[in-house]
């Protein structure tokens, strides 16, 4: 079962608004080491959602900002990190295995770490979107997931125009879309080399926009804070 840990005073409340605009009787205050079984949870507008074990408070369920919980226990979030198509989430871990759904980029995913199975030269991870049942759950690549601890932030800086994502890591590729100055992005990893950036490339997404969910590589040097 999942556990949830709050790492810093914070409260508890019945939807993602501000919490002064919410009656008193939908928040709970709940000090900084709080921890807490959960039998399922979503992740809404920068907070979890918690169906917790037994009820807390009037409620069994509660809103809590993602910055302040951390989850413990079976699976690690993380993301589709594909450039352009969706990932098949299959039965078995195997490419020809029966394929259960297709998860589009930029799908927020569970998955156990310590399940990870080697098959046709893949790396295959058992998981699902967060708060799903066992019969939903599959395998995925694991190539295509990229955790959501390894992530960094930073923004796009340019000289005012907007900034490419690419398909490869090269100027020369598909643009897959525009970030505007300014948008805020997270990235994986160390930069690679490739033509068109003096710094090399890094492959991550903007965390608001339009484009948020669109996945691909972005020149180093017009990127701050990464």
Partial sequence: ????????????KQSTADSGSLPASQLLNVPSGSTFEVTSYQIDNEHYYLNLLGKLGNYNSWYVYEGHAQLEGKYSVGYIATRKSDLPLRSNPGKQEPIKK???????????ESQIV???????????????PEQE?????????????????????TNGSPLSIRFEPSNQSERLAELPNGTPIE??????????SSKGWLFGH???GANQNQ????????LNNV
């Fill in 206 to 208: 903007a965390t608001q």
């Fill in 102 to 112: 297709n998860l589009s980029p930029g799908t927020i995913v569970e998955i156990d």
């Fill in 118 to 132: 080697t098959k046709d030269g893949e790396d295959w991870c058992y998981g699902g979107e967060p708060g799903a």
């Fill in 215 to 222: 996945f691909g590589w972005m020149a180093l040097d017009f």
């Fill in 1 to 12: 079962m999942v556990s949830i840990k709050i790492i810093q005073n914070t409260i508890f």
């Fill in 137 to 157: 759950r599959g395998w995925m690549g694991r190539q295509f997931i990229r955790l959501k601890k390894y992530a960094r932030p930073g923004f796009v800086a």
């Fill in 187 to 196: 990235v994986w990893g160390q930069a690679e080399s490739g033509p068109g």
